[in-house]
């Protein structure tokens, strides 16, 4: 598959739900003890993914665990630097090798538009290692920063989620802010390929019906137009996802 296709892992104490998300996905978001997350959990969904050959990647979020990481929290930028750092740290004592970086809920929505909390998620990860991708929204602030940081970056839609006119994620206190229609996330996600050129998909684990969204999500991307390496554009970057960074 030439397009990416990421999950939120690690979040919730289902094994079954993630083995079943694993069979789709190519790369899986594991969180790191931030808004979720620990030794235990961490261990299981890293193995999980190692079986399914699906790449590993950290999902620091504000370290807010009653809130889910879902609010944004007033940090400063050292703080959420240094946040941010041990998180991926933390992962990575655990399963070695990492691809990507992803922030989590509230710290991804505020850094798409906020460029000093992108500039201090950059900082975070920079102490761990400038070789990581970071996984931020298509046409978003926060990539614009993280390219000038000297990151690769790759460019990503949401296939469970409604979208704003001016390309931001609608709240989720709007009833409406999920997509929870297999065939509807299936024909968002081509129409955020083809229309937007995004290189990752997500799909959410903790969306209801997630395994039959990505499922239906895969089946999608599996289309030749995305599946000729050829003929996608951002096929360098989302090769690099699958090229996991050495550990340090």
């Given at each position: 598959?030439?397009?990416d296709?990421?999950?939120?892992?690690?979040?919730?104490?289902?094994?079954?739900?993630?083995?079943?998300?694993?069979?789709?996905?190519?790369?899986?978001?594991?969180?790191?003890?931030?808004?979720?997350?620990?030794?235990?959990?961490?261990?299981?969904?890293?193995?999980?993914?190692?079986?399914?050959?699906?790449?590993?990647?950290?999902?620091?979020?504000?370290?807010?665990?009653?809130?889910?990481?879902?609010?944004?929290m007033?940090?400063?930028?050292?703080?959420?630097?240094?946040?941010?750092?041990?998180?991926?740290?933390?992962?990575?004592?655990?399963?070695?090798?990492?691809?990507?970086?992803?922030?989590?809920?509230?710290?991804?929505?505020v850094?798409?538009?906020?460029?000093?909390?992108?500039?201090?998620?950059?900082?975070?990860?920079?102490?761990?290692?400038?070789?990581?991708?970071?996984?931020?929204?298509?046409?978003?602030?926060?990539?614009?920063?993280?390219?000038?940081?000297?990151?690769?970056?790759?460019?990503?839609?949401?296939?469970?989620?409604?979208?704003?006119?001016?390309?931001?994620?609608?709240?989720?206190?709007?009833?409406?802010?999920?997509?929870?229609?297999?065939?509807?996330?299936?024909?968002?996600?081509?129409?955020?390929?083809?229309?937007?050129?995004?290189?990752?998909?997500?799909?959410?684990?903790?969306?209801?019906?997630s395994?039959?969204?990505?499922?239906?999500?895969?089946?999608?991307?599996?289309?030749?137009?995305?599946?000729?390496?050829?003929?996608?554009?951002?096929?360098?970057?989302?090769?690099?996802?699958?090229?996991?960074s050495?550990?340090?």
């Amino acid at each position: 598959m030439a397009i990416d296709l990421n999950c939120d892992m690690g979040e919730l104490p289902d094994a079954a739900l993630e083995e079943a998300l694993m069979a789709h996905i190519t790369s899986a978001n594991v969180a790191c003890g931030g808004h979720a997350g620990d030794t235990a959990s961490m261990r299981r969904t890293v193995d999980l993914a190692r079986r399914h050959g699906v790449a590993v990647g950290a999902h620091p979020g504000y370290p807010d665990r009653a809130n889910f990481g879902r609010v944004e929290m007033p940090l400063s930028a050292e703080e959420i630097a240094q946040s941010v750092c041990e998180q991926v740290g933390a992962l990575a004592a655990v399963a070695g090798d990492l691809a990507h970086v992803k922030p989590h809920g509230a710290l991804y929505n505020v850094a798409a538009k906020n460029p000093d909390v992108a500039r201090a998620i950059g900082e975070g990860v920079a102490r761990f290692g400038k070789d990581l991708v970071l996984v931020g929204l298509a046409g978003s602030v926060m990539l614009d920063v993280w390219r000038e940081m000297g990151f690769r970056v790759a460019t990503e839609g949401f296939a469970d989620r409604r979208y704003e006119p001016d390309g931001s994620l609608r709240s989720r206190k709007f009833a409406d802010a999920l997509i929870t229609e297999p065939e509807d996330a299936a024909a968002q996600a081509l129409r955020l390929v083809s229309e937007r050129g995004v290189q990752t998909i997500c799909v959410h684990s903790d969306t209801p019906g997630s395994v039959e969204i990505v499922a239906a999500v895969a089946r999608a991307l599996r289309n030749p137009v995305f599946t000729d390496a050829s003929a996608c554009p951002s096929r360098d970057t989302v090769r690099q996802l699958h090229e996991p960074s050495p550990r340090r």
